[in-house]
């Protein structure tokens, strides 16, 4: 296998794929009941332009993610190590498009198919994973389209939650094509009815619910307003106003890579979320607890396996971390 080399805080180390990189740093004791102290972080695959959206396949025991600029979803298995697993992902028309056509979030629905964001085709889909053959969940709102649909959730219910900012349009915020003025928040109704239900975010990015389904945590890619958002989830699936559960800037220093992006929760309702220098472990109560360093900007993260492995996508990487707890959903 060939050398890799990773620049881990301020140290270069060189590795080979499955090998251990980056660290720990342990903001309170309590940390260690999520991450054992002698946990490592291994290096899965590397190459990617811009690594994101895992997620994991219980009935093939394989994850999947996205190169969002290679407009190509991955698939990862042990054993077999990486194979490409479809493309195009995100964008069916004519390339160039934008530097990051391709799908983004990924998720695996109640009915066992492949939930995708897509960049360049501007939709949410539903693939069965025999077979094949996409289907649109949503690509309008109000008869405009939207923009770059980037990260999505879904309740025991049905309902769909997901994210809308410019990352994936030419020119992004600045783009021609823009014909929703917000970077919203959406909901998809088990109808297939469409409401914007957050409309005030600069940059909406990761989106996640509680374990009781009480509440949706959205985190914001803003270095102005580095948040994670909490909204309570009303009873006809619309959200009160919101309310700050974890500002960023209160760990920002220079030499942190990174700002809030992909988000998920285990099941004891402890976040999970990717932010400065890697992947953040915060309470139900908002606490930082601790941080896995991957010494790259981390787009996203998901469980695998027995729901105990954290897979993490960051920047040109696939990693993986062994963690005390379990991912809700397993």
């Known amino acids: 296998m060939k050398k890799i080399a990773l620049l881990i805080m301020g140290i270069t180390l060189g590795c080979t794929a499955q090998e251990k990189t980056g660290k720990l740093v342990v903001e309170d004791e309590k940390f260690y009941d999520y991450v054992a102290k002698d946990a490592e972080i291994e290096v899965l695959a590397e190459g990617f332009t811009w690594s994101e959206g895992p997620v994991w396949v219980k009935e093939g025991g394989f994850l999947l993610f996205s190169d969002v600029p290679q407009n190509t979803i991955f698939k990862w298995k042990d054993g077999e190590g990486l194979t490409e697993f479809l493309k195009p992902s995100g964008y069916t028309g004519i390339l160039p498009y934008s530097r990051e056509p391709g799908s983004n979030g990924l998720i695996i629905n109640n009915d066992g198919e492949l939930v995708a964001c897509e960049h360049g085709d501007r939709r949410i ?37 997901f994210t ?73 699936g619309t959200l009160d106003e919101g309310t700050v559960f974890f500002d960023a800037k209160t760990i920002m220093k220079p030499g942190l890579m990174g700002l809030h992006d992909g988000i998920k929760v285990a099941k004891d309702g402890t976040i999970f979320s990717t932010g400065p220098g890697g992947v953040l472990v915060i309470t139900p109560e908002g606490k930082h607890l601790g941080t896995i360093a991957t010494g790259q900007p981390t787009a996203n993260c998901a469980w695998g396996d027995d729901g105990s492995v954290l897979y993490m996508t960051a920047n040109n990487f696939l990693m993986r971390i062994k963690t005390k707890t379990v991912g809700d959903g397993f």
């Not at 069965?128 to 053959?133: D, F, H, M, R």
């Open 125 to 161: 889909t539903k693939m069965p994973l025999v077979g094949g053959g996409k289907f649109t969940l949503a690509d309008t709102w109000e008869g405009k389209r939207f923009n770059s649909p980037n990260d999505v959730v879904q309740a025991s219910n049905g309902t769909y939650y």
């Open 164 to 236: 809308d900012p410019p990352y994936g349009l030419p020119k992004q915020q600045d783009s021609e094509s823009r014909e929703i003025d917000a970077f919203g928040v959406y909901k998809i109704g088990t109808d297939g009815s469409v409401d914007m239900v957050v409309s005030n975010l600069n940059r909406p990015n990761g989106v996640a619910l509680s374990p009781d389904e009480k509440t949706l945590y959205v985190t914001q890619s803003d270095f102005k307003a580095p948040y994670i958002m909490a909204y309570n989830i009303k009873d006809d």
